[in-house]
């Protein structure tokens, strides 16, 4: 039920050289039989109630003088503007008359602030009733944000079903228990279940955040507020509710999952990182099995395998053979994919050793966009003119695979660092969620590869 390609970025490699990379990528794709199965959902909303999510984050008609003050902080009294708390209550309410949601799709709802509480179990969506009176009682808490009491909470629901589980994670403040967050993000990355992490405003922690969707093979989102004037590839807080009925669409897609990656290598090669690159980007964990998450109908979803490679003569070599497992939960099946074998030849021809595949190094160089990326925003607290530099470097990538989104976002990084030798944090998350979110599905070319050199400089290869 799960077709499968390999494609080195290389056939021929060059004879008597050590420590030659070589990038595999891995797509996998579901066949008809399991497209059409499409899994039973059984999704755990777990919300931020913090007394910050009573912010206003789109324009007021009407200012009418006035503040109220809750949980020590005041906040101006509007109308015709909504609140974070909000846009989440919209949002929710959207998906429970959301026609893609089948009777049988089973939601819960986990609310977080001093305690993390069950506002309402897993239930039957069937019982819409009984779910929108769950969500309409989520702006009468408040208090801090304990998000990882919050996420143990959901992950305790999510234990007792089956089916097609995920965790949509919703914060807009710094937890104030990260050791509980990292036990959750194990716990659930151990059960196969993916976490969409929605960030609103600036005040949240990117990298942590960021960390869970990599450890669970999830997506991570940043949601401004409107009156910001957000650019792609944020999202306005008035398109929360689209988000979110966005991701209910990707988990029903999702008719393969738990894909499961072994590796045996021969002697001397090794396999050094697992990366998914398409449809977003995501770190896989460095644990056999390689938890590779979950593959959607109709697209391939694509891997980077990273190797290195010993000194070999001139031969067609075996270097390695791949098993894939998965589940197709809509069928109740449980399946392995026939092993696969890496072979390549190694060559004294330096031209044939010279050709190179430019769709697998296309994704190499969108893999490698956000490890530039991560690199300026640590170089611009210290070194702004050195960050100017790895930016612009990020740019030129961006231009050369056609990522119109991010060229646009990393201009607005750039003029920031001229202008007052900073990135702001807005900015600064906007780009960092932008390399693992804005990924383009390219037709190979080869016309605007960078040079071998190039390549060299940028993947370290």
């Given at each position: 039920m799960l077709e499968t390609r390999l494609q080195p970025h290389r056939e021929y490699l060059l004879a008597h050289m050590p420590g030659q990379k070589m990038f595999l990528a891995l797509k996998v794709r579901p066949e008809a039989q399991a497209a059409s199965a499409r899994p039973q959902l059984a999704i755990a909303f777990v919300v931020d109630t913090s007394g910050s999510m009573r912010e206003v984050v789109t324009e007021p008609t009407q200012r009418t003088g006035q503040s109220v003050r809750v949980d020590g902080r005041e906040y101006e009294v509007v109308r015709g503007a909504k609140s974070k708390m909000d846009l989440v209550v919209e949002a929710l309410q959207s998906l429970l008359n959301s026609r893609q949601l089948?009777?049988?799709?089973?939601?819960?709802?986990?609310?977080?602030?001093?305690?993390?509480?069950?506002?309402?179990?897993?239930t039957d969506a069937a019982h819409k009733a009984r779910l929108m009176t769950?969500?309409?009682?989520?702006?009468?808490?408040?208090?801090?944000?304990?998000?990882?009491?919050?996420?143990?909470?959901?992950?305790?629901?999510?234990?007792?079903?089956?089916?097609?589980?995920?965790?949509?994670?919703?914060?807009?403040?710094?937890?104030?228990?990260?050791?509980?967050?990292?036990?959750?993000?194990?716990?659930?990355?151990?059960?196969?279940?993916?976490?969409?992490?929605?960030?609103?405003?600036d005040d949240w922690n990117d990298d942590l955040l960021m960390a869970i969707t990599d450890r669970t093979q999830g997506r991570p989102f940043h949601i401004v507020p409107d009156t910001q004037n957000p650019m792609p590839p944020s999202l306005k807080a008035s398109e929360l509710p689209q988000a979110i009925l966005g991701e209910l669409e990707s988990a029903a897609s999702e008719v393969i999952t738990d894909i499961g990656l072994t590796v045996r290598t021969v002697k001397d090669v090794t396999?050094?990182?697992?990366?998914?690159?398409?449809?977003?980007?995501?770190?896989?964990?460095?644990?056999?099995?390689?938890?590779l998450g979950n593959a959607a109908k109709g697209d391939w979803t694509v891997f980077i395998l990273e190797f290195t490679l010993p000194a070999?003569?001139?031969?067609?070599?075996?270097?390695?053979?791949?098993?894939?497992?998965?589940?197709?939960?809509?069928?109740?099946?449980?399946?392995?994919?026939?092993?696969?074998?890496?072979?390549?030849?190694?060559?004294?021809?330096?031209?044939?050793?010279?050709?190179?595949?430019?769709?697998?190094?296309q994704w190499v160089q969108q893999r490698n966009l956000e490890q530039l990326i991560k690199q300026a925003t640590v170089e611009a607290r210290t070194d702004p003119s050195k960050a100017a530099k790895t930016l612009e470097l990020a740019r030129n990538l961006t231009v050369k695979l056609g990522n119109t989104a991010m060229t646009r976002a990393l201009d607005q990084a750039v003029g920031e660092l001229k202008s007052s030798k900073t990135i702001s944090l807005g900015t600064a998350k906007t780009i960092k969620i932008g390399a693992k979110t804005q990924v383009l599905k390219q037709e190979p070319s080869g016309g605007d590869l960078p040079s071998d050199e190039e390549i060299r400089k940028i993947t370290g290869a």
């Open positions: 089948e009777p049988t799709d089973r939601l819960a709802l986990i609310k977080f602030d001093d305690h993390a509480g069950v506002v309402q179990p897993f769950a969500v309409k009682q989520l702006p009468q808490f408040s208090g801090g944000t304990h998000m990882g009491a919050g996420m143990l909470e959901g992950m305790k629901q999510l234990q007792k079903e089956s089916g097609s589980r995920r965790m949509i994670l919703l914060t807009d403040g710094q937890a104030f228990d990260e050791p509980l967050v990292e036990e959750a993000a194990a716990q659930l990355a151990e059960a196969h279940i993916p976490v969409t992490a929605i960030g609103v405003g396999l050094d990182r697992v990366t998914r690159v398409y449809p977003t980007q995501a770190e896989v964990e460095q644990k056999t099995p390689y938890p070999r003569p001139p031969a067609r070599i075996r270097l390695a053979q791949l098993g894939l497992t998965y589940q197709v939960p809509g069928q109740g099946y449980r399946g392995e994919v026939p092993p696969m074998d890496v072979v390549v030849e190694f060559t004294t021809d330096e031209a044939l050793a010279a050709r190179i595949d430019p769709e697998v190094m």
